[in-house]
């Protein structure tokens, strides 16, 4: 039901995107009011060929959706879920004087009040009404101050939409043809998966240098605390130490003047300078501050939020988007880090009221955006209103209240002072006892005012990093002092390959680059990780093998469609188009037929003639990754990812959620050495048929081949072994009876009684009752009599067994506060908190799996989860509605007339 408040000498009709959004914001407007929601967009470019309208079906565009023959005019359909909204809104509209598109401020939200305006043809004012928090305040404001649409916003989002579909739809065809059918491309998701997929590539290519050095025990000899310190090795005879960051990713020196310290060279020479003198040669001070970091906006919230929460993209936009449609934050979709003045006001009160005004600036601080093209409109992310409500005052819990306190504690310390102390850089030296002189080095920091440090210290994706809080205290040392070696610890040290994106590194990256819009960052990680081209593993994202072969094609045939300036030039132009300083057909001419200078090599070739001509793409040299040192190649295949050694026609499958790095030449060697499973045991002495053991993608199974003039409709029985089976000692004796499932026990009450394994486990079925089995074994030797005893006992839930303690103990759940736990379930391991369970995704493992990462599946699996069944209202109570908004319309119409008659 629309949210109605009553009615004041005329009725505005009020359309927002989401229906909790329509029920804060009816209750911050007066009398004369509706407020319906559209529940999100209401019309787009046809999904599939019957969505097609008739009289389109014919035209050669018509799959596209975009009239490329014709300016590239979109067609737009109402989606069959929201014609009974539109109709709805339609109704609604019959009885209102004035409609207010009250949509987000943002380039999507100005396009929903666009179709929204096309699609319901209103015949009276139409007011753009914009706001940024959900506030009474901000909510009357945008009343009495409307606007017009801007169509600028508009042409860009359309061109931004018509764009997408050309890429989609016309380069996802042929992945369908040259990589496996069902795939998508996309020109912000494409890209994104090659940035993955070039980081696993430098993994692969990288090779590990192992260095040493040394670390000393220096001790002041006086009474003072600390007295004691750790410096690290400098340099050997003025020549500096080798550190990781000498070495290429080949593994050799950059520069071959630096000392590179093998283990033997390093004990040695911390021997020859064990309890030998040690002298402060010099000490630099130099004050130190930190300056507060700017407030959120979408990306830097992202990625603080998957940091210090453990929350994906996708799972902080929407708790986000709560937040906001009921009045907790500003709109969460921006670019900005400015605050208005009020915010600036409300936070430097709640410091001033927190910490006390020595911790607040005598200025208000004022930040700009760095972000280029920021446009996505308003403030920072900011708790809403005049005055800051802290966490404790919000009434929120579970991740609301702690995404909450996130945003509140950031915005409190943007507009406190400075932190400030002291840095200290000492170098000190000592002569080994072979006459080497060894110069040692140790570096400090105190922090005399803590400043903005006090609410908020900014996480960091590298966790060796320091904290900006972080102190490490020195002695206070003077050049000239003695100290004395109370140790000397060689330690060996290895490179590492570059760290794999996280969801917080990545959007950090394509923000950096420029590309696509940081609003689109948490949908474009969930489409990508939906689509099986990258998967997790803890919080890293891996590339699969199939992001490979799709990162292949596209860079060997559409590689201006994934290099990253183009698509970073694309965003360019599109903000051009909003700015009004470029027309959008012009440029979609020539992104999709491309330019005359593409002829002589000078222009840009277009995309259609990119997906015309395939000749020369082999879809079999696309699908191959090289395993390194080696003449193995792993493949993708129609079922999945597998290897083979040359022309050998013998394949092995790769493990589901093996990361490409992992599969060096070794583990390579390793798969092509374990046992095959292709083992014959024999030959059925029934029907003669030979009887094979096979490991399959789903686990080990028994099947029978089928002589070469068999039916072409004949399918060969297949089993799947038993658990306490195993394919290296499985036997035709014990195959055979597996062959045999499902086993026909008898009858009873007149219908035949079955043992049959399925998903759930082994079972016995009589018509369309059934019983479980305790144990595989069990349907081997159940017998009817036994049969109908279990029929005869009433039907247990689950599977009647005392539940299997779990696998790991993980911690609290920050959301619920209950204890997560790993357990095996029949579907595998899976991550439960008592109330919600999770299952394990691609990549994860029992072993390896933290608390963050079980606390992120299982608050996805909550927001997957269905609404609880809301309770129908009792008759009396619908009748009493009913009379009640009968009555109401009734004099509202009677109001009319007589206002009518009196005009």
Same mark, same amino acid.
């Given at each position: 039901?629309?949210?109605?408040?009553?009615?004041?000498?005329?009725?505005?009709?009020?359309?927002?995107?989401?229906?909790?959004?329509?029920?804060?914001?009816?209750?911050?407007?007066?009398?004369?009011?509706?407020?319906?929601?559209?529940?999100?967009?209401?019309?787009?470019?046809?999904?599939?060929?019957?969505?097609?309208?008739?009289?389109?079906?014919?035209?050669?565009?018509? +799959?596209?959706?975009?009239?490329?023959?014709?300016?590239?005019?979109?067609?737009?359909?109402?989606? /069959?879920?929201?014609?009974?909204?539109?109709?709805?809104?339609?109704?609604?509209?019959?009885?209102?004087?004035?409609?207010?598109?009250?949509?987000?401020?943002? +380039?999507?939200?100005?396009?929903?009040?666009?179709?929204?305006?096309?699609?319901?043809?209103?015949?009276?004012?139409?007011?753009?009404? !914009?706001?940024?928090?959900?506030?009474?305040?901000?909510?009357?404001?945008?009343?009495?101050?409307?606007?017009?649409?801007?169509?600028?916003?508009?042409?860009?989002?359309?061109?931004?939409?018509?764009?997408?579909?050309?890429?989609?739809?016309?380069?996802?065809?042929?992945?369908?043809?040259?990589?496996?059918?069902?795939?998508?491309?996309?020109?912000?998701?494409?890209?994104?998966?090659?940035?993955?997929?070039?980081?696993?590539?430098?993994?692969?290519?990288?090779?590990?240098?192992?260095?040493?050095?040394?670390?000393?025990?220096?001790?002041?000899?006086?009474?003072?605390?600390?007295? !004691?310190?750790?410096?690290?090795?400098?340099?050997?005879?003025?020549?500096? !130490? /080798?550190?990781?960051?000498?070495?290429?990713?080949?593994?050799?020196?950059?520069?071959?003047?630096?000392?590179?310290?093998?283990?033997?060279?390093?004990?040695?020479?911390?021997?020859?300078?064990?309890?030998?003198?040690?002298?402060?040669?010099?000490?630099?001070?130099?004050?130190?501050?930190?300056?507060?970091?700017?407030?959120?906006?979408?990306?830097?919230?992202?990625?603080?939020?998957?940091?210090?929460?453990?929350?994906?993209?996708?799972?902080?936009?929407?708790?986000?988007?709560?937040?906001?449609?009921?009045?907790?934050?500003?709109?969460?979709?921006?670019?900005?880090?400015?605050?208005?003045?009020?915010?600036?006001?409300?936070?430097?009160?709640?410091?001033?009221?927190?910490?006390?005004?020595? %911790?607040?600036?005598?200025?208000?601080?004022?930040?700009?955006?760095?972000?280029?093209?920021?446009?996505?409109?308003?403030?920072?992310?900011?708790?809403?209103?005049?005055?800051?409500?802290?966490?404790?005052?919000?009434?929120?819990?579970?991740?609301?209240?702690?995404?909450?306190?996130?945003?509140?504690?950031?915005?409190?310390?943007?507009?406190?002072?400075? /932190?400030?102390?002291?840095?200290?850089?000492?170098?000190?030296?000592?002569?080994?006892?072979?006459?080497?002189?060894?110069?040692?080095?140790?570096?400090?920091?105190?922090?005399?005012?803590?400043?903005?440090?006090?609410?908020?210290?900014?996480?960091?994706?590298?966790?060796?990093?320091?904290?900006?809080?972080?102190?490490?205290?020195?002695?206070?040392?003077?050049?000239?002092? +003695?100290?004395?070696?109370?140790?000397?610890?060689?330690?060996?040290?290895?490179?590492?390959?570059?760290?794999?994106?996280?969801?917080?590194?990545?959007?950090?990256?394509?923000?950096?680059?420029?590309?696509?819009?940081?609003?689109?960052?948490?949908?474009?990680?969930?489409?990508?990780?939906?689509?099986? %081209?990258?998967?997790?593993?803890?919080?890293?994202?891996?590339?699969?093998?199939?992001?490979?072969?799709?990162?292949?094609?596209?860079?060997?045939?559409?590689?201006?469609?994934?290099?990253?300036?183009?698509?970073?030039?694309?965003?360019?132009?599109?903000?051009?188009?909003?700015?009004?300083?470029?027309? @959008?057909?012009?440029?979609?001419?020539?992104?999709?037929?491309?330019?005359?200078?593409?002829?002589?090599?000078?222009?840009?070739?277009?995309?259609?003639?990119?997906?015309?001509?395939?000749?020369?793409?082999?879809?079999?040299?696309?699908?191959?990754?090289?395993?390194?040192?080696?003449?193995?190649?792993?493949?993708?295949?129609r079922y999945g990812p597998y290897l083979q050694r040359g022309d050998d026609?013998?394949?092995?499958?790769?493990?589901?959620?093996?990361?490409?790095?992992?599969?060096?030449?070794?583990?390579?060697?390793?798969?092509?050495?374990?046992?095959?499973?292709?083992?014959?045991?024999?030959?059925?002495?029934?029907?003669?048929?030979?009887?094979?053991?096979?490991?399959? @993608?789903?686990?080990?199974?028994?099947?029978?081949?089928?002589?070469?003039?068999?039916?072409?409709?004949? $399918?060969?029985?297949?089993?799947?072994?038993? $658990?306490?089976?195993?394919?290296?000692?499985?036997?035709?004796?014990?195959?055979?009876?597996?062959?045999?499932?499902?086993?026909?026990?008898?009858?009873?009450?007149?219908?035949?009684?079955?043992?049959?394994?399925?998903?759930?486990?082994?079972?016995?079925?009589?018509?369309?009752?059934?019983?479980?089995?305790?144990?595989?074994?069990?349907?081997?030797?159940?017998?009817?009599?036994?049969?109908?005893?279990?029929?005869?006992?009433?039907?247990?839930?689950? @599977?009647? +067994?005392?539940?299997?303690?779990?696998?790991?103990?993980?911690?609290?759940?920050?959301?619920?506060?209950?204890?997560? !736990?790993? $357990?095996?379930?029949?579907?595998?391991?899976?991550?439960?908190?008592?109330?919600?369970?999770?299952?394990?995704?691609?990549?994860?493992?029992?072993?390896?799996?933290?608390?963050?990462?079980?606390?992120?599946?299982?608050?996805?699996?909550r927001e997957k989860a269905p609404a609880p069944k809301k309770k129908a /209202?009792?008759?009396?109570?619908?009748?009493?509605?009913?009379?009640?908004?009968?009555?109401?319309?009734?004099?509202?119409?009677?109001?009319?007339? $007589?206002?009518?008659?009196?005009?």
């Amino acid at each position: 039901m629309p949210a109605k408040n009553g009615n004041g000498g005329g009725t505005r009709l009020v359309i927002v995107e989401s229906p909790s959004k329509a029920k804060t914001i009816a209750g911050y407007l007066g009398r004369g009011y509706v407020v319906e929601s559209s529940i999100g967009h209401i019309r787009d470019l046809p999904e599939k060929a019957d969505d097609i309208p008739e009289r389109y079906k014919k035209m050669p565009w018509a +799959r596209l959706g975009v009239n490329v023959d014709h300016e590239f005019e979109p067609l737009y359909i109402v989606n /069959a879920d929201k014609k009974a909204q539109v109709k709805k809104l339609k109704e609604l509209l019959k009885d209102a004087d004035e409609l207010y598109l009250a949509t987000d401020e943002d +380039r999507e939200g100005e396009a929903i009040a666009w179709h929204l305006r096309e699609e319901l043809k209103p015949k009276i004012p139409v007011r753009r009404m !914009v706001f940024h928090e959900i506030t009474p305040k901000a909510i009357q404001e945008a009343v009495r101050n409307p606007r017009d649409l801007n169509l600028k916003l508009v042409d860009a989002q359309e061109t931004r939409r018509i764009l997408d579909r050309l890429y989609g739809y016309e380069v996802s065809p042929v992945l369908w043809k040259k990589v496996k059918p069902r795939l998508s491309a996309g020109r912000v998701q494409s890209v994104a998966t090659r940035l993955v997929v070039e980081r696993e590539r430098e993994r692969l290519a990288f090779t590990a240098a192992h260095y040493w050095d040394i670390s000393a025990l220096l001790d002041t000899g006086r009474d003072e605390d600390p007295r !004691v310190f750790t410096a690290g090795l400098i340099s050997v005879d003025g020549r500096r !130490v /080798a550190q990781g960051r000498d070495f290429a990713t080949t593994g050799t020196l950059k520069n071959a003047d630096t000392l590179h310290l093998d283990e033997p060279a390093a004990r040695s020479l911390a021997t020859r300078l064990e309890n030998r003198p040690f002298e402060v040669t010099s000490v630099e001070r130099k004050p130190y501050k930190r300056s507060p970091y700017a407030p959120f906006r979408t990306t830097t919230l992202q990625q603080e939020a998957s940091r210090k929460l453990g929350f994906s993209s996708k799972y902080t936009m929407q708790i986000a988007q709560r937040l906001y449609e009921n009045g907790f934050i500003t709109y969460m979709r921006t670019d900005s880090i400015t605050l208005s003045e009020t915010a600036i006001a409300a936070a430097r009160s709640q410091a001033v009221k927190l910490y006390g005004s020595a %911790y607040v600036p005598d200025k208000p601080r004022v930040y700009q955006s760095k972000v280029k093209n920021a446009q996505e409109a308003h403030e920072a992310i900011r708790p809403s209103g005049e005055e800051f409500r802290t966490p404790g005052e919000t009434g929120l819990s579970g991740d609301q209240f702690r995404l909450y306190e996130l945003i509140w504690q950031r915005t409190v310390a943007s507009q406190m002072k400075d /932190a400030v102390g002291e840095s200290v850089s000492v170098r000190i030296q000592g002569t080994s006892t072979s006459g080497e002189r060894a110069e040692f080095g140790a570096s400090g920091r105190v922090i005399t005012f803590h400043g903005f440090l006090k609410a908020y210290v900014e996480g960091a994706d590298d966790p060796s990093t320091d904290r900006d809080d972080q102190e490490r205290r020195l002695p206070a040392l003077a050049e000239g002092d +003695r100290l004395t070696a109370t140790e000397m610890n060689p330690e060996g040290h290895s490179t590492r390959p570059p760290a794999r994106y996280t969801e917080a590194s990545l959007i950090k990256e394509l923000e950096e680059r420029e590309i696509g819009r940081p609003s689109t960052y948490a949908s474009i990680i969930g489409t990508i990780l939906d689509r099986g %081209y990258v998967f997790k593993k803890g919080t890293a994202l891996v590339p699969s093998f199939l992001a490979f072969a799709v990162v292949n094609l596209l860079e060997k045939h559409f590689g201006h469609l994934v290099d990253y300036e183009f698509t970073a030039r694309m965003e360019d132009c599109l903000d051009s188009i909003a700015r009004g300083e470029a027309e @959008r057909v012009p440029w979609l001419k020539r992104f999709y037929f491309g330019d005359d200078a593409a002829a002589d090599g000078n222009g840009d070739t277009g995309l259609k003639y990119l997906v015309t001509d395939l000749g020369e793409i082999d879809a079999r040299e696309i699908s191959s990754i090289p395993i390194r040192g080696t003449d193995i190649v792993a493949r993708v295949g129609r079922y999945g990812p597998y290897l083979q050694r040359g022309d050998d026609p013998q394949r092995v499958n790769i493990p589901d959620g093996m990361a490409p790095d992992e599969l060096t030449a070794e583990k390579a060697e390793e798969l092509f050495s374990a046992p095959s499973g292709d083992r014959v045991l024999g030959n059925d002495p029934v029907t003669g048929r030979e009887i094979v053991a096979k490991s399959g @993608r789903y686990g080990p199974y028994v099947t029978e081949v089928l002589p070469e003039d068999a039916p072409k409709d004949a $399918k060969p029985r297949t089993a799947s072994l038993f $658990k306490s089976m195993s394919l290296d000692t499985i036997t035709l004796e014990q195959a055979l009876p597996l062959l045999s499932l499902p086993r026909v026990l008898g009858r009873l009450d007149g219908e035949e009684v079955t043992a049959q394994n399925g998903k759930f486990g082994p079972y016995i079925k009589k018509g369309t009752d059934s019983r479980s089995l305790a144990a595989e074994e069990d349907l081997l030797t159940v017998t009817l009599e036994q049969a109908k005893e279990l029929f005869a006992q009433p039907k247990q839930r689950g @599977r009647g +067994r005392a539940a299997a303690p779990p696998l790991r103990e993980l911690g609290e759940d920050p959301n619920s506060k209950k204890p997560i !736990v790993v $357990k095996e379930g029949r579907f595998g391991p899976y991550v439960t908190d008592g109330e919600t369970n999770a299952s394990l995704r691609k990549g994860d493992t029992v072993e390896d799996i933290t608390l963050a990462r079980a606390a992120e599946l299982l608050a996805e699996r909550r927001e997957k989860a269905p609404a609880p069944k809301k309770k129908a /209202a009792a008759k009396t109570s619908s009748k009493s509605t009913t009379k009640s908004t009968t009555k109401t319309a009734a004099k509202t119409t009677k109001s009319k007339a $007589k206002s009518s008659t009196k005009s």
